[in-house]
């Protein structure tokens, strides 16, 4: 059971009687022992001196009190109402000071989360903007092609047209939830990458293992120089994502009969890794915005033959990031492009 609460004003009038009461009991006790006039007017004083002055202590505690708590509650209410100066000057003896200053800290934290929890809401609400507009357009298509192919009598030669471009949407929707899929296990720590010793060429050749057929499509030619004996601590699968998509980045956005050249240069701290193109290049002013998620060239965004979600960059950066690493790109406007990966040796 909650014990019955007691105002400070009752409490101090009860210890006020309660300590004259003891004096008088004194008082009367001494002038039965002695009998003497005196000591009965000693307690007498005594006991109007301790009123007096337990008077003046119950008004002077009432008044700090009830300072210290309309301080209080003018701070909460501040702090409710989002209008709390934390630069506030802090007495360390003083309680109510204190006690704001804990309360200022907890506000911080309890600010410092709501812009967090607004910042995460913000890139969840932009997220699923940027899936709805990249999913809309293959899913818009397929509809479509069904449509057609439901609705009226097509020729095998249309039928297999049709047919094919339904696979291509389907295929563009599959890389995208792909690439969601493994964005996410990343952001979120699912996946913790595990760097161990082991040889770059190993991985590089893997990563250059995924594009072969589509530059030899488009007749590029792709160069790789690098050391066999190289070894670094990494994380080899996930190394490999990235430079893959660094790679894929580049076939797609060379022209036909274009080259792609892959070296890395041993530096004391670092392993360089250079992918360069011979692709229409970036503009100085779109360098810093090809990193982020689901962008894309303006030029090439409405290109069917460029295909694409504009994520693998950013894919990329993550997964060199999180390594202790960092890209740098170098591109002029028709000059081609440069990603430079930078990987510690541990």
Not at 6 to 22: E, P, R, Y
Not at 126 to 136: E, G, M, R
Not at 247 to 263: E, F, H, M, Q, W
Request: glycine content about 8%.
């Amino acid at each position: 059971m909650r014990p019955r609460q007691i105002s400070v004003k009752n409490l101090c009038l009860f210890v006020a009687l309660g300590a004259l009461l003891s004096m008088l009991g004194v008082t009367v006790l001494f002038f039965v022992m002695t009998g003497s006039m005196e000591v009965l007017s000693a307690g007498a004083a005594l006991m109007a001196c301790a009123l007096f002055w337990l008077f003046v202590l119950t008004a002077a505690f009432g008044k700090q009190l009830s300072f210290f708590s309309d301080g209080l509650c003018e701070t909460l209410d501040n702090m409710i109402n989002g209008r709390v100066d934390l630069q506030e000057n802090f007495d360390k003896e003083l309680l109510f000071d204190r006690i704001s200053h804990r309360l200022f800290r907890l506000y911080e934290i309890l600010l410092e989360a709501k812009h967090k929890v607004d910042s995460e809401r913000r890139e969840i609400q932009a997220l699923v903007s940027d899936i709805s507009h990249q999913v809309k357009t293959p899913v818009s298509n397929l509809k479509m092609v069904s449509d057609t192919l439901l609705s009226r009598e097509v020729s095998p030669k249309e039928r297999q047209a049709f047919l094919q471009g339904m696979q291509g949407q389907a295929q563009k929707l599959d890389f995208l939830v792909q690439a969601l899929v493994k964005t996410s296990r990343l952001e979120t720590g699912m996946v913790r990458l595990k760097k161990q010793e082991g040889l770059l060429f190993d991985t590089l050749a893997q990563a250059v293992g995924g594009i072969v057929y589509a530059a030899k499509r488009k007749g590029i030619d792709v160069s790789v120089d690098c050391p066999q004996e190289l070894k670094l601590f990494h994380d080899a699968r996930w190394t490999a994502e990235a430079l893959f998509n660094l790679l894929d980045n580049a076939v797609k956005y060379t022209p036909a009969g274009g080259r792609i050249c892959v070296s890395v240069k041993d530096w004391e701290l670092y392993v360089r890794v250079d992918v360069s193109d011979t692709g229409k290049g970036i503009a100085e002013s779109r360098q810093a915005a090809v990193f982020g998620r689901f962008y894309r060239e303006q030029e090439v965004h409405d290109v069917h033959d460029v295909q694409g979600v504009g994520i693998g960059l950013y894919l990329a950066r993550e997964i060199v990031t999180r390594q202790g690493g960092y890209i740098k790109l170098t591109s002029a406007v028709g000059e081609g492009s440069t990603f430079s990966v930078f990987l510690p040796f541990r």
